[in-house]
């Protein structure tokens, strides 16, 4: 699925929505998200950092990296690691399905995939909706949010892609964590 | 034909455009910020960079031009000089000059512009615009030193003739000032008269020259001995026609008025006083650093002086060929562009995946010879896909070829470096280079100055002598430095040798123990070429004395690293008084290479070629557990096992009762066996590294696109065999005791078969293990895939059950036993090889030969070789001398090492004995010797001789057959038994394979054998070469039951 078809699907669904926002706060800045859903918490990732999204591809394991990497693919002969963001945050280990999809992020100067359960929608947000990261999401380490977009009641917590992927300490602490458990 | 610089044009070319262009668009940005420093700084880099680059090629006009420029740009830089729109107009000019000749160069044109003019006038500038801005107190009065350097100086006396005398007069007459000039040019000057050419037209531009000396029709170099005297008349002052003699490397300038007056109606000739108008006494010498700070030219108010206008009408002129230079003035046609390696990676990038798109079509058209379509369209299609497939791949290794440079651009900036380092050291020390032209990867070209750097510095600084000392050994008292690059297989080898006195291996082994980087039982057993890697290690220093040069430790932990990082190796060699080798390899590109592909379940990993020594299969139950870690005895050497399985952190998938697939790997030198479940054959892959998306990985060296668009890992031996080493390592400084507290099955095997005592090993390992020797299949590796179709199951656990019937007090006991039986023995064999270097005494008893026998034996040779080399001598016609034949026993792993550097050409001839002892007989010759020899024998001259043809092959092998004859004569006289000599072989190959191919000829019963070798020499200390004997055990026994007292 492209970005493009997402954008059309957003369009579809939540024209609603948008001009809700729209009439709100017409001063701010509109930012859009891509979701995700996790455990029935929605989860953003900015849409100008996502260089696009994948099925399910052929992921190689690489092994002696914490549990989090997947492992890596090949996009277009460009070898990127693909974070498993259920086991980053802690989940328990999520099924492949059929709306399994990597969203490939791009972070600096380096591309990185998440895997996620599914990808639901492309969300545009007023700036002025979102709030920094005070609330804590359970299970999912502050670290990981630049913040929390409030949509018509609906929490989307935004994630900071490069803490996702290389914060080290907080990889130390999931994998304590994950060891006791 | 046209006109080029030779082989450097393009570089030269390239360099000398991207320097102009630096320095016009930073000149222009002078003109707006005429302050920052920066700015005048770069200028002056690139002003140097021209000059040098210039020389390189022999534009010596070019270079001087920019010499100047960079003297003038000094002057501004050192804020001497105030940039004047002059200034900026003048080097203008000079690029506009500098940019004419470029272009006529890169057209094939020979660059004949005459830049005379414009090198006059920046120096003009360079000096007025000093003196108009004077620096204080600056040599107002000569140092005495410099008085001392002139007194030596031959001043001609200034005499006229008739006619000049006429000049003079009239010059004076007309108004002009009369001037008599003394300049002083460095002695060790080179074109003294163009100089002189040019002070002469300069002056002439002035006023009128009435007297040179030398005669301007003399002004050659033999005439011109420091001191060239001008005789001038002009209208300016004497200090502005003083100016037209400061050219470089003139270190002084004199001057005096000379004025006419009338006396008793004869006209008298007055010399004024000397005025010094010029002195760089202080720097004359630095020509690099060549700072003209144009003393302030001394005037004596006393002395009338007119001020004339100036005249610039020399300025005038250069102006109009300036127009005519800037309208020429146009971007040089290059044949070179500079591309960035990255961009060559994203193509290679690119060209790689069309290479696997391609195959993409192959599938396509399996699928339409199935449809059973139009036969025609589907052969079309498959003419297109193959043709495609082709491009791609040239494509593909065009790009690679790109990214090689030759290495002969680092190794020319040494020169200065050694010439530096020598005379710093007060060394003689010359450099040799050789292989220029060998390419490398663009990367490793980049990289491999620092370390050449270190390894120079060490090898000038720490090996070579001074020369008394040289000269003490009979050495030549110039030292030599040789720079080498080679091709080899697919490695490029890069050598740094000196002829020095060597590594000292006892003051390593002492150092390492002192840092306890190793512990003594391990160090007891390691041979010198293990002790040198010690000097890898950072802070690692012999040196007693750390200079500022070397000797804290750090340069050769940097070599190591930048030549890990290039995924190469080094080696060193080493011959205590003869010297020292560097050997680094890297690979032949690093975009792609050559890798074994191996299995561990479904999960690929390719190994580097370069890093596999052997592929080979193993039986289970070969593999022997010692203190948890396996290991086989491969050839009587200890290999540790590495279950790749483990490390990646998966089950394997293999069944014990099938042969294992080892892939042995080595790095520097240490090796393992890396157990696989499969093996997949060769392929050439190219690396992508993870931390370009990710981060390094411990033990991968990145990841690779195989043909299907899967990705495979690449295995990284160098940090996968350093965390083995490190984990034995924590397992042996652990007190050895506590094994014995582990569980008794550890063990099992060992208490089976009880330890015996075994070659050392050369392993930091000092657990040895007899465990029968394992079944090796030494396996091919195809190029394509090797499928091994059944699938295996291995157990894991390798570690047998105690048998039953044994109880655990009864293992335990057993355990301790061997272990205290193990470590006696080790401590023996360390004890023994510390003390006496006697470590031959098992291998004695294995053959079972007395020490008695062994002596009767050392008589029997050196009887024999003497005889061999009285023959050998009379054949020749020289003297020969030879080295006490040394008769020993010794590990026949060691035999080529013993007889000569591994990795030369030797010229080998054997012969098989026959009759009543059997066995071989070797002389061996290094390559070059070999020549000589031949020289001699047919009495050519020296260097005569530069291959083996027939005739050296049959007289070679003559000369052997007569010296080991008479080897074998004496041998056959002293025991009564008949040995004669077969038919002699001639080998031409590195001493390894001529070792091996007689070994092959051998019964090798032992994995040691009794050797009779000596060295032969020249009268003149030459190695000629060596003389081995090789007899079979049986036949020593026999020998020494016969030798008659």
């Known amino acids: 699925m492209t970005v493009n078809e997402l954008l059309n699907k957003e369009n579809d669904d939540n024209t609603e929505v948008k001009n809700n926002e729209n009439d709100e706060a017409s001063d701010g800045k509109i930012v859009q998200l891509v979701t995700f859903t996790l455990d029935d918490v929605e989860y953003g990732v900015d849409i100008l950092s996502v260089h696009e999204i994948l099925r399910y591809p052929e992921i190689t394991r690489l092994p002696n990296t914490p549990k989090f990497i997947k492992g890596v693919i090949n996009l277009r002969g460009n070898v990127l690691p693909v974070v498993d963001v259920r086991n980053r945050f802690g989940f328990k280990e999520g099924v492949v399905t059929d709306l399994t999809r990597v969203i490939v992020i791009e972070a600096g100067e380096r591309q990185i995939g998440l895997l996620v359960d599914n990808v639901s929608q492309v969300i545009r947000i007023n700036d002025s909706n979102i709030d920094p990261p005070s609330i804590l999401i359970e299970g999912v380490s502050e670290a990981f949010i630049t913040g929390i977009a409030r949509l018509k009641g609906r929490l989307i917590v935004i994630l900071s892609v490069e803490n996702v992927v290389f914060s080290d300490e907080e990889i130390a602490e999931k994998q304590k964590i994950s060891m006791s458990a | ?355 696997i798109a391609n195959s993409g079509f192959f599938r396509l058209y399996e699928d339409l010879k199935k449809i059973n379509a139009d036969k025609t369209i589907i052969n079309e299609f498959k003419n297109r896909m193959e043709q495609m497939s082709r491009i791609a791949k040239d494509l593909q290794s065009g790009i690679m070829k790109t990214r090689m440079v030759p290495i002969g651009q680092v190794f020319s900036r040494f020169n200065r470096l050694v010439r530096d380092l020598a005379k710093d050291s007060g060394k003689s020390v010359q450099l040799i280079t050789r292989g220029e032209d060998t390419e490398l990867d663009k990367k490793v070209v980049d990289v ?103 000797g804290r430790g750090v340069g050769m932990n940097v070599v190591k690293e930048v030549v890990t990082e290039m995924n190469g190796s080094i080696t060193i060699e080493s011959e205590p008084g003869m010297g020292t080798r560097f050997i680094m390899a890297f690979p032949l590109t690093l975009a792609i290479i050559p890798a074994i592909m191996v299995k561990v379940q479904k999960e690929t990993y390719a190994i580097p070629l370069s890093d596999v020594i052997e592929t080979i299969k193993i039986s289970a139950k070969d593999v022997t557990t010692i203190e948890g870690h396996e290991v086989i005895n491969l050839r009587s050497e200890i290999l540790s096992l590495l279950r790749l399985d483990r490390f990646v952190g998966i089950d394997a998938d293999i069944i014990d009762d099938t042969k294992i697939p080892v892939v042995v790997v080595g790095y520097g030198n240490r090796k393992i066996g890396l157990i696989v479940d499969r093996l997949e054959g060769k392929l050439e892959i190219v690396i992508k590294p993870l931390d370009q998306n990710y981060k390094n990985i411990e033990g991968l060296a990145g990841a690779s696109i195989l043909g299907d668009g899967s990705i495979s890992l690449i295995l990284d031996i160098s940090s996968m065999m350093t965390r083995v080493i490190s984990e034995q390592e924590k397992l042996s400084r652990e007190d050895r005791r506590s094994v014995l507290a582990k569980s008794s099955t550890d063990f099992e095997t060992i208490s089976q078969k009880p330890v015996k005592e075994n070659i050392p090993s050369a392993s930091t390992d000092t657990v040895r293990t007899n465990a029968g020797k394992p079944v090796i299949s030494e396996i091919n590796i195809p190029e394509g895939v090797l499928p091994d179709g059944k699938k295996n199951i291995f157990d894991k656990e390798t570690t047998p059950v105690a048998k039953a019937g044994i109880s655990n007090e009864e293992v335990d006991t057993q355990v301790k036993e061997v272990l205290r039986n193990f470590r006696n023995e080790l401590h023996e064999s360390v004890a023994k090889t510390l003390n006496s270097g006697d470590s031959d005494s098992h291998m004695k008893k294995d053959i079972a030969i007395t020490d008695d026998q062994l002596r009767k034996i050392q008589i029997l040779a050196n009887v024999g070789i003497m005889k061999g080399a009285e023959s050998l001598s ?100 002293r025991t009564g038994l008949t040995i004669t000599p077969d038919v002699p072989t001639f080998v031409h190959d590195y001493m390894q394979s001529i070792v091996d191919s007689i070994l092959v000829l051998h019964n090798v019963e032992n994995d040691y054998a009794l050797v009779m070798d000596t060295e032969f020499y020249y009268e003149d200390d030459r190695v000629m070469g060596n003389l081995l004997i090789l007899p079979e055990a049986k036949s020593v026994k026999y020998l020494v039951e016969h030798i008659k007292e």
């Not at chain 2, 080029?4 to 991207?18: P, T």
């Not at chain 2, 080498?484 to 297989?489: E, K, L, N």
């Not at chain 2, 009379?874 to 010794?890: N, T, Y």
């Open chain 2, 448 to 550: 491999i100055g620092e370390p050449l750097m270190h390894m120079i510095r060490n090898s000038i600084d720490h090996g070579i002598e001074l020369p008394a000392e040289r000269e003490k050994f009979k050495k030549d008292e110039t030292a030599t430095v040789t720079l080498s690059a080679h091709q080899g297989g697919n490695q490029i080898y890069v050598e740094v040798s000196d002829d020095g006195k060597g590594l000292n291996a006892d003051r390593i082994r002492k150092k390492a123990l002192e840092r306890n980087l190793v512990l003594p039982e391990i160090i007891a057993n390691m041979d010198d070429s293990d002790i040198y890697e010690f000097i890898f290690h950072p802070g690692f220093s012999t040196a007693e004395k750390v200079t500022d040069v070397s």
């Open chain 2, 874 to 973: 009379s054949m020749i016609g020289r003297r020969v001398d030879l080295a006490i034949p040394e008769v020993k026993m010794m590990p026949i792993d060691s035999l080529p090492a013993k007889l000569g550097q591994i990795d030369e050409i030797y010229v080998g001839v054997y012969m098989p004995l026959e009759g009543d002892m059997r066995g071989t007989i070797l002389f061996s010759i290094p390559e070059d010797s070999g020549f000589s020899l031949i020289d001699d024998l047919f009495a050519f001259g020296k260097g005569h001789t530069k291959e083996f043809n027939d005739d050296a092959k049959s007289s070679l092998s003559e000369v052997t057959n007569i010296v080991g004859s008479s080897v074998l004569n004496a041998f056959a006289e």
């Open chain 2, 1 to 355: 034909m046209t006109f080029s610089l030779g082989e450097y044009q393009d570089v030269f070319l390239e360099e000398a455009d991207d320097q102009l262009q630096e320095l016009n668009s930073n000149l222009l940005q002078m003109e707006q910020d005429p302050d920052n420093d920066d700015i005048i700084n770069n200028i002056f880099r690139a002003a140097h960079s021209l000059k040098s680059s210039a020389a390189f090629v022999g534009l010596n006009d070019l270079s001087d031009l920019s010499h100047k420029m960079e003297n003038l740009l000094q002057g501004v830089r050192d804020k001497t000089m105030k940039i004047t729109p002059e200034i900026i107009n003048v080097l203008f000019k000079c690029f506009d000059h500098i940019n004419g000749i470029i272009g006529k160069v890169s057209q094939g044109e020979k660059p004949d512009d005459d830049l005379s003019s414009i090198i006059a006038e920046v120096v003009r500038i360079s000096s007025s615009a000093s003196a108009s801005e004077p620096v204080e107190s600056k040599s107002s009065e000569p140092a005495a030193g410099k008085e001392t350097k002139n007194k030596n100086i031959d001043v001609p006396k200034t005499t006229f003739e008739s006619d000049e005398r006429k000049h003079l007069k009239k010059a004076v007459d007309s108004g002009m000032n009369c001037y008599e000039l003394s300049v002083f040019i460095d002695e060790d000057a080179q074109m003294k008269w163009v100089k002189a050419q040019l002070m002469l037209n300069s002056l002439k531009g002035s006023g009128e020259v009435i007297k040179t000396i030398p005669p301007e029709n003399m002004l050659t170099d033999e005439n011109i001995n420091q001191c060239i005297k001008f005789v001038v008349a002009s209208n300016e002052t004497i200090e502005e026609v003083a100016k037209d003699c400061d050219v470089d490397l003139v270190y002084r300038i004199e001057g005096s008025q000379i004025t006419l007056d009338k006396k008793d109606g004869k006209y008298i000739l007055t010399y004024h006083a000397k005025e010094v108008l010029a002195d760089y006494t202080d720097n004359h010498k630095d020509e690099k650093a060549d700072k003209p700070e144009p003393s302030v030219p001394e005037i004596q108010q006393s002395v009338p002086q007119k001020q004339p206008d100036k005249i610039e009408n020399e300025d005038d002129e250069t102006d109009k060929k300036d127009i005519s230079a800037a309208s020429l003035r146009k971007a040089p046609t290059l044949r070179t562009v500079k591309v960035s390696v990255d961009k060559l990676d994203e193509l290679l990038n690119n060209v790689g995946e069309l290479v």
